[in-house]
Each structure stands twice: as C-alpha cells, then as structure tokens.
C-alpha cells in the first residue's frame, strides 16, 4: 500500500522525540519541515497541537452545556419534546398531492378557533406525501372529517392517528433519563474493567455501580434514593479518574458526544420523541467502540511511537464512521417515516461529533496522560 | 474448488454459520408462492363459525394460519379474488371452501329487515312467574310456568340481502415474520387501571377484556400486562390489520351494569343476566320508534332482550309490588320508572309496564340510543352502541376502571410502504457500505466476505424473531440498524488488525485475533449492559429496540464474527 510511505517517513523521525519533552521536538521538526505535503501537514498538525484541538472541544463543550442550561432556564425542559412524549395526538394523513400548507394551517385555526392545531408536510426524497397534524385536547376525528371537506375525503386506509396520554409521556420520559443513566453507569464500569489495573477498586465499582442500578431501578421510587443514587455515580467517576485516567477520559468523551449532539439538536429545533431517546443510545453504542479502539490500541500496545498507534487506530475508525454515515445519509434521504429520519438526523449529528470528541478530545487528553505518565516514570529512575 | 475455499468451508465456525444460516431460514420459512388468503379471525354466532371454522391463537406462527384456496372450486389467489366472489353470494345457499387444512360446507344466511304493521295479532307466549304456595305446611315462593295470551304488532322481515360469511381475511403471508403493527396496520391501546392490581386481579382483567374483544367479535388480538421500572401497570392491547377506533370505548368501560327501581340495584351486568339476545329477532333498531330528528342530529333507538337470573326477577318483582299505576297516553305505567346504569352513569330510563307490577319476569327489554349526521350514520351509530352493550352486559365488569393513556390506529396500507422503502433503503445502504470499503481495501476478497457476513447476521436475527414470535415494528428495525452497523464496524477491526504488518514476524495470527477481539468483545459488553435497563422502563416502549439490538451483538460476536476472521486468516495467508 503505496500511501503508508510518507506516514512511515514522518513517524520515522518522531518515534525518536515523541517520547520526550513535547518542546524539543516541535523545534525539531521545524528545521526539517521543507516539503510536506497537504496529508504530511495535516498529520503534523494533528502531532503538534492537539492542545489546541482540545481547547477547541472543551470550549465546545462548555457551549453546548451553556446552551443548554439557556434551554432549561427558559422552557423548563432540556429538549423540545414532541406529541409523542408531552401528550397529545399527531395525524398523518398520507395523501400525493401538493398542498399549500399555510392555507390548510388557516383553514384549521378557523375551524378550531380555541384549539391549537399545528401542520406540516410530509415528504420523501423533496415529494410531499403527505400532512401531518399535531394538537392536544382535541377528537381526531373532528379534524379529519373537517380536512376531508377541504382536499377531498381521506379514506380509513389512508390515515394513522396516534394520542398519547401526557402522564404517560412524562412517566416514559423520566424513566428513559433514568435508563440512560444507569446504562451509562454500567458502560462507564465496564470499561473500567477493561482498562482498569487495580482488583480491589474494579471490585468495589461493581458493588457500587449494581448498588446505583438496584437504587434506581428497585423497589419504589423516592427523590431521596435517586438523588443518593445520582451521588454515588460522581463518587464513582471520581473513582475512574484517580484509578484509570483513561477509563475516565472515555467516559467524559461519550458524555460530551452526547451533549454536543443534544445542544445541537436543540439548536436545529428538532423535537425529540420516544424513538429519539432510542438514537442517543444508538450513539453511545458507536461512540464506546471508536473509543475503545483508540484506548486500546494507546494503552495496551507497546509497539511504535503514540502518534503511530493514534493514526493506526485512526484509519480503522475513520472507515468506521464512514461506512456508518454513508447508511445514516441513506436512510435519512430515502425514508418516508418521520419516525426515522428523525433517528437518522440525530444519528449523524452524533457521529460527527462522534469523529470530534473521539479524535480530537479523547487523543489529546490521552497524549497528556501519557506525557504526565513518562515524566514521572523518569522522575522515580 | 481450491485449498483456500476447501479449508473455509471446512472450517468449523464457518460451518457454525451456515447451520445458524439454515435454522433461521427454517424459522423464517419463507414461501413467496404462498397462495389464497389467510384467516384473521371467525365472527361469532356467522355461517362461517357455525361451519366449523376455527380461529387460530394470534400467537400462532403466520405460517400455520388456515389458508383459504378455493370457493366453490373457484380459486382464490387474493384479497380482491375473495371479496368479488363474496359480494355474488345470496343467501340461503350452501358455498363449498377448500383451506389448506380442509373443507368446509358454509350456509350463507340473510340478512333481514323487520318492519312492524300497524295490524296487530294474538301471540301466546311461555312466562315464568313466582306464586306462594303451601309445601308441607309451610309457605313457599315457587317459579311457575305459566301461558299467556298476549296481542303485538304484527311484523314482517324482508331479505334484502345475505349476512356477512364471518371470515376476516388478509392475503396469505409469505414468511413466518410477524410485521408489528407499525408495518402491518392496526390499533393498539395502551391502558393504565385505576388502582394496583394484584397479580390475581390482572389475570382476572386480562381475561376478561380478551373475552370482551372476543365477544365483540375480534378474535386477532393480544392482551398483555406491560409495566415500567416505576412500578406502574399497564395493559396494551394490539389489534392487528384493522383500524378499530371505536373500541377504544369498549375496553375503557369498566363495564358496571347496574338497573335501578328507586335507586334500589334491581340487577346488574354478567351474573344477573343469563342471556343476551344477539340475533335479528330480538335485537335491533327498535321498530316502534325508530329513528328520527332530534334538532339537527338524528338519532335512533335500538332495542334487544336479555334473559334474568330468577333471583333478579324476584327482586325486580318486589320493588314494583308497591308501586302505583298511572295513565300516560292511554297506557298504564307505574310510577317509578327502571333507570339503566352504566358505570355510573345514567345511559336510559324505561317506563314500567302496570301488567309487571309485583311479577317476577325474567325476559325483559333494554333499550339505547346512537346518533348521527345522517339517518344511515344514526342507525350504524346505534347499532354499534348496542353492541357494545351486549358484549359488556355478557362478559360483566372489570376489576377496575380502567384509562386509556396511548392509542395508535395505523392505517394498513402505510405501512406496506413503509416495508417495501424499509427495503429499498437497506439495500442502499449496503450497497454505500460495500462502496466505502471498496475505497478503503480495494480488494473485493475482502469487501464481500464482509457484506455476506452483515446479510447472514440479519437473516439470523430475523430467524431469532420469528422463533420468539417478536414483532418487527419500527423500534425492531432501528435494532436491526444498529446491530448490522455494529457488525460492519467490528469486521473493520478485524479486517484492520488482519492486515497489519502483514511481512512482520513479530505478530503471529492467535495475537491478532486476540487484539481484534479485545476491542470487539469490549463494544459487545458495554453495549450490552447499556441496553438492559431500556428493556424494563417506560411501559415497554423501547423493549422491542433494546431486545434486538442485544440479540443481534450476541449472534454476531459469537457466531458470525469468528467465522469471518476464520475466513480472513486463510485469505491474509494465501
């Protein structure tokens, strides 16, 4: 494979000076910098200032949990959540013919003056294939006969409703969170198993972490054990951070992936449903093999310098990524279901930030454990 | 065939897969040639029940359904080729159908129109009534039969047409794949009783609404206790294939029949009534009046007998014994009139005749009201309510009252298409997938194996689903998704951790596969521990996405996952 040359040359004189002071081998390198070409560059960035790279992600970070926090402050709630989880009914009405949407949207408030009544279309590949409608407190079969005096009667065969009861929504709501949370826990153990060193401290974080599941999940529900529950998951990533940097590292990279994903999501107005919640999962489950890979490859390995093995794991979850996106952009194009592209979109919003925090945030957070890790292994010889 | 290709396919975990491959393809049965219709479910008390033809479970494999072929040695390929053949039929003839399983004679039976005449004629009819009577010295109530003389107007019933066969059929399925609503149509209802219910109880309920939709006349459906991790209760409710909106309100009836004298509870629904008359005779719009305007709306009046306990009889017989006899438009009524009750609400009044003051009757008439734009939609309207309740007034109340917190209808024929672009678009993106790491190996030897490897994983999965009898609705699909997408992604690191340093000697094989399968074996396990509490919460809304997603890691990192580096440590080698 001709392209690993000029990966092997620059590796060649790095192996050498990575593993000393990060100082000396950007001055190194300078001197010898002549010719590089656009890839060699782009590698030697990424070599040199992945400082820069994580200052980068946790500003973003950082935004997207103020973002955030201006969402609560001003709606009460973290997400736009749509008909499926605050209640109400939703309508759709498959019908090919183009409608004007604002004229149906006037037609509906005239007629349903007190209620509020929202439409859109539907569409599949840029064709409207039908409308959607969304209300709360009101019989859907009011609107549809009252439609089907306007574009015509809309047979049984030809329509879905779905009503959603608001306690329902809410009760699903919290306890997906909760779910999410207590998934997250038990990812954020296993990977310290993985990865972690010290028998007595795995052990101790499995009775904990177990001990947050049964508090959460178990017997009746009281913001008392929640909130000792939810105490118990920071004491045990304060565990993962003192005891296995990495582990910890892997952990705080899902957990922004997340986030970022979510303060966009909010940022393009989506509205998240119960399949919603399912893509967030769908993103931890992506981004823990990326990072997993990385990690493992960084910190098990012993065999060529770190940059070598970062880029080694690179190729593998770059193609990773790749092949996922590709599916997502497929699905997103050719889906006629709301449902999923409202997966989809989420999904690719997640692995793109995804490729960020793993590549960015995790390889540099990484490098300076490692850095710190050799320093004081020198320091003791 | 060369050594290569001889050593693979003699390997023994490729050889795991192609029985994992073959069992799932069993499960899956799949027979595009599948001919006639198949049957959903048998109305009640029609020709068709009356023929023999039996429902089958709606937890039945697809497959094993009862397949319609022929009727009157026409034979039927479809859903239009059995409704044109219908829609010829008269009645009172014999029609002869051919299943999969049998044959069947089938006497089409009319559909009647009664219309009473103002003429009116002597009918004697059988009355049970109560007497004191002397047994051995002591004073006894005793049930006596006795025969009556009454007059009634005289009726007369048209055919105008031949009475629904009873069969609800849908075109034959081609696989044992069970296509959740989401796909295939229908209405499911989410319901959430009032109180806790003891294990008891639920089972009391859940038997007790499958019975009610039974009666009702939907025999497709599935009933089921759903709960969350907040301890709440549930009970969904899934009909398939029809949209079924108005028994929402049947299953939300806790179903308390109660009839009052003087608020005094004369009887009640299920054991106070021994039986409730359904057919043409004695059930229907009621034809002494009729339908009519009422303001802008029109409303109908139906109107069918049911049959008391002689313990009810006797209380009904006691509570009118004191009662006055007054004279209303040249009839004579008691005073008190018998107020009908349904779960706590007043749903009609009925006036007394004087000739039942103080007897025990145990035939007696209960009548109902339905509404409606039109005359058409006030009698289908008031029929509808009437069947409603005889179904509740046969199968009694509910432990408890129950809400209806989530309904879906979905429509059948959207989710046709929503298959056939399910499919279009995983083939699509397969074929991306396959592009992409084309880019990347440039070698088909390795691209294909790979591609193989994701289409035997999800035929292996969808074997897993039609064994378990699980629905593949939307969330399943999402599973699938992410299953196969999970599987590509392991293969790169298998492929990767393959291909590298290729010429070193330094890596022998057993430490690749090794290093590959840390990585994949760690993505498995926290996969999986994230998916396990989605299983439990929220009313099992997200159980069908978590259960397939942990079933297709568990068959990929077990099965087909070691037969692909199998494959591919004898194409590195050659």
């Known amino acids: 494979m001709g392209d690993e040359q000029p990966k092997e040359q620059l590796s060649g004189h790095i192996q050498h000076t990575c593993e000393h002071k990060p100082e000396q081998k950007n001055a190194e390198i300078k001197i010898e910098k002549p010719k590089l070409s656009l890839k060699q560059s782009l590698i030697h960035f990424y070599d040199t200032k992945y400082r820069k790279i994580l200052f980068f992600t946790l500003s973003l970070l950082i935004l997207s949990v103020f973002l955030i926090g201006l969402k609560i402050a001003k709606t009460g709630d973290f997400v736009e959540k749509d008909i499926s989880l605050s209640g109400g009914m939703t309508i759709t009405i498959f019908h090919e013919q183009s409608y004007d949407i604002k004229e149906l949207q006037n037609y509906l408030a005239s007629q349903f003056p007190d209620k509020q009544l929202s439409i859109r279309s539907l569409t599949q590949l840029g064709k409207t294939v039908g409308i959607i409608v969304e209300g709360t407190d009101i019989d859907s079969d009011k609107v549809i006969a009252s439609l089907g005096q306007k574009i015509g009667t809309i047979s049984a065969e030809d329509y879905s409703v779905s009503m959603m009861g608001s306690s329902l929504g809410n009760t699903f709501f919290r306890e997906t969170l909760k779910a999410i949370f207590v998934s997250f826990m038990f990812m954020g153990l296993v990977v310290f198993l993985y990865f972690g060193e010290n028998l007595k401290m795995k052990f101790i974080a499995t009775i904990a972490t177990f001990i947050v599941g049964a508090m959460i999940f178990g017997g009746t529900t009281s913001i008392i054990k929640d909130f000792i529950a939810y105490i118990l998951g920071l004491g045990l990533i304060t565990l993962y951070y003192k005891n296995n940097r990495p582990s910890f590292i892997m952990i705080l990279t899902v957990f922004a992936d997340l986030v970022v994903t979510l303060a966009v999501v909010n940022l393009l107005g989506m509205k998240i449903s119960t399949a919603g919640i399912a893509s967030f999962l769908m993103i931890i489950g992506y981004c823990v093999e990326t990072n997993i890979l990385l990690t493992t490859k960084v910190t098990k390995k012993k065999e060529g310098s770190v940059i070598e093995r970062i880029l080694d794991a690179f190729k593998t979850g770059f193609i990773m990524t790749a092949t996922a996106v590709s599916a997502v952009l497929i699905a997103l194009v050719f889906t006629q279901s709301d449902v999923i592209k409202e997966i989809m979109a989420i999904l690719l919003i997640g692995l793109i930030a995804d490729m960020i925090y793993t590549w960015g945030q995790n390889v540099a957070l990484l490098r300076i454990y490692l850095e710190k890790k050799s320093a004081n292994h020198e320091l003791h010889n | ?574």
């Not at chain 2, 006795?146 to 007369?156: A, D, G, H, L, P």
């Not at chain 2, 991306?432 to 035997?456: C, F, N």
């Not at chain 2, 498995?524 to 996405?545: D, E, Q, W």
């Not at chain 2, 990929?556 to 050659?574: C, D, H, N, Q, S």
Request: charged letters at 20%; a negative charge; hydrophobic letters at 45%.
């Open chain 2, 1 to 574: 065939m060369n050594y290569t290709t001889k050593k693979m396919l003699t390997n023994w975990r490729v050889i795991l897969v192609f029985i994992t491959l073959l069992l799932a393809v069993v499960a899956i049965s799949p027979n595009p040639y599948a001919d006639g219709v198949a049957i959903r479910s048998i109305t009640m008390n029609s020709s068709a029940s009356s023929a023999g033809i039996e429902s089958s479970k709606p937890t039945a494999a697809p497959m094993t359904r009862e397949r319609i072929i022929s009727m009157n040695n026409i034979p039927i390929h479809n859903m239009s080729d059995y409704y044109n053949f219908v829609d010829t039929l008269e009645p009172n003839r014999t029609i002869q159908i051919k299943t999969n399983k049998g044959m069947y004679q089938l006497v089409t039976q009319p559909l009647l129109k009664i219309t009473i005449l103002n003429e009116t004629e002597q009918k004697i009819i059988n009355e049970t009534i109560f007497v004191n009577e002397t047994i051995n010295g002591t004073v006894q109530l005793v049930e006596k039969i006795v025969e009556k003389t009454i007059i009634v107007n005289k009726t007369r019933s048209e055919i105008i047409g031949t009475e629904d066969l009873g069969l609800v059929v849908y075109d034959a399925p081609t696989t044992n794949l069970r296509k959740g609503l989401d796909l295939q149509g229908g209405t499911r209802v989410l319901l959430a009783p009032e109180e806790k219910l003891d294990s008891d109880n639920m089972d009391i309920l859940l038997e007790n609404m499958k019975y009610r939709l039974n009666v009702y006349g939907l025999s497709d459906v599935v009933v089921r206790e759903v709960g969350d991790l907040s301890g709440n209760q549930y009970i969904l409710v899934e009909i398939a294939g029809a949209n079924e909106q108005e028994v929402k309100d049947l299953m939300s009836k806790q179903g308390k029949f109660e009839a009052k004298i003087s608020n005094d509870t004369v009887f009640k629904g299920g054991g106070d009534i021994t039986h409730v008359c359904r057919t043409a005779q004695c059930s229907g719009i009621d034809p002494s009046s009729g339908c009519g305007m009422s303001g802008d709306l029109w409303v109908c009046r139906f109107m069918f007998s049911i049959s008391l306990s002689p313990e009810a009889a006797q209380k009904q017989a006691d509570l009118t014994r004191n009662l006055d006899v007054i004279t209303e438009n040249g009839e004579d009524y008691l005073t008190e009139k018998i107020y009908l009750y349904l779960d706590d609400e007043q749903v009609d009044e009925l006036n007394i005749g004087a000739d039942l003051k103080g007897r025990a009757v145990t035939d007696i008439a209960i009548s109902g009201s339905g509404s409606g734009q039109t005359e058409q939609e006030a009698i289908f309207n008031s029929l509808a309510n009437m069947k409603k309740l005889q179904t509740v007034l046969i199968t009694g109340s509910l432990p408890v009252k129950l809400n209806i917190i989530k309904t879906d209808n979905i429509s059948p024929s959207l989710g046709n298409e929503f298959v056939k672009s399910a499919l279009i678009m995983g083939l699509l993106s397969l074929v991306a997938v396959l592009l992409i790491l084309m880019i990347r190996y440039r070698k088909l030897k390795l691209v294909i194996p790979m591609i193989i490897t994701s289409i035997v994983e999800s035929v292996a999965l969808l074997g897993v689903a039609a064994v378990i009898g699980w629905n593949l609705d939307l969330a399943a699909i999402a599973g699938i998704i992410i299953a196969v997408g999970t599987g590509i992604n392991d293969q790169i690191v298998i492929t990767d951790e393959a291909l590298r340093g290729e010429k070193s000697e330094a890596y022998d094989w057993k430490k690749k596969i090794k290093n590959a399968f840390f990585i994949v074996m760690g993505s498995y396990f926290t996969m999986g521990v994230a998916m396990i509490p989605l299983m439990f919460a929220g009313a099992g809304l997200l159980k069908g996405f978590a259960l397939t997603t942990v079933i297709g890691f568990s068959i990929g990192v077990f099965i087909t996952r070691p037969a692909y580096a199998a494959i591919i440590e004898l194409l590195t080698k050659e």
